[in-house]
């Protein structure tokens, strides 16, 4: 059974205009979003800024409310978890946000910040608490006098330890990684995408991994959905999406990453033609057909059905057989 399952998720915002505005049309954040996150699996969702990435990892811990759409943890509805059940999803459902700099409480010591997980949720008696948060730090790679100082002590990359250590404290399922290493130097990085995976291998749990950078993506996911506008473009696993894309989206994406040797053709083949859309107001038919060069009228007139292109690996293109 999936860890975490997401049906046909829709979030939709209201954007309220001025006096004089009149109605607004909502924001499609999310719109139809589906996907499973197994057990020991880190699946990797990459797009533009405004895509829709960290919307859809909120409402997989239930932290903004939905608008239509299914999240089922353990095969259990998480709109319909109460009591224990509601309880224990707070504990086994974890994020890791993008600015450790902000993300920990700059008036508490590193003892009560990862302390206080195991204090609310009853994880260790008092008396091996600091035990505890000894051995969480030990994981992350800090050492345990650590434990006395406060967030503005450390470096970035300290901190973002700290963040991992505090939402390890619980003994999650899944753990949301929204844009964990962006604010880090790059050599920094590294060493946190190593440290995830260590855990992963030690503890078995699961990862939802946000991200624009697509070598980090690439480094640290076993597969990889693809978002635009809300939707999902294209899914698969990993190797299969980086040496195979199929939608024309996916592959400008990955035509965009820097090379070391390029050419005024490379330069132009890297740009997406056009602005992208409001999503409170999106294109008919295909969401990219006003940004594709392969567009043909049937893209600007109908959805297009999402279809199987390879083991696991499933696009949403009118033209994908052309590229399969």
């Known amino acids: 059974m999936p860890v975490l399952e997401i049906e046909n998720l829709v979030k939709h915002f209201s954007a309220g205009g001025g006096l004089f505005a009149g109605k607004k049309k909502p924001v499609r954040a999310v719109d139809g979003v589906s996907l499973t996150l197994d057990r020991g699996e880190t699946l990797g969702i990459v797009g533009e800024s405004g895509s829709g990435k960290s919307t859809l990892g909120l409402l997989s811990l239930g932290l903004i409310r939905k608008t239509s759409g299914k999240i089922l943890f353990l095969g259990s509805s998480v709109d319909e978890l109460q009591g224990a059940g509601l309880t224990l999803f707070r504990r086994k459902a974890q994020i890791v946000f993008q600015n450790p700099f902000a993300s920990l409480n700059p008036r508490m010591i590193i003892r009560d910040i990862i302390g206080r997980v195991l204090e609310i949720h009853g994880i260790v008696p008092p008396g091996e608490m600091d035990g505890r948060v000894k051995s969480l730090l030990g994981e992350v790679g800090l050492r345990e006098d650590h434990w006395s100082r406060y967030p503005h002590e450390f470096s970035g990359g300290q901190r973002q330890r700290i963040a991992i250590a505090r939402a390890l404290a619980s003994d999650p399922e899944f753990i949301i990684l929204d844009e964990p290493t962006s604010a880090l130097d790059v050599s920094v990085q590294a060493q946190i ?132």
């Open 193 to 324: 995408l190593n440290l995830l995976q260590d855990l992963q291998e030690k503890r078995g749990h699961a990862y939802m991994f946000i991200s624009h950078n697509l070598a980090v993506i690439r480094h640290i996911s076993s597969r990889v959905a693809v978002m635009y506008l809300g939707r999902i473009m294209e899914e698969g696993p990993r190797n299969s999406i980086f040496s195979h894309p199929v939608h024309p989206y996916t592959r400008a994406l990955l035509a965009s990453v820097p090379k070391p040797f390029v050419t005024n053709e490379d330069i132009e083949d890297k740009v997406i033609a056009g602005d992208i859309p409001s999503p409170s107001n999106p294109p008919p038919g295909c969401r990219f057909s006003t940004r594709c060069p392969f567009c043909i009228p049937v893209c600007r007139e109908r959805e297009p059905e999402r279809k199987e292109v390879g083991p696991k690996h499933s696009v949403v293109c009118h033209r994908a057989e052309e590229w399969v």
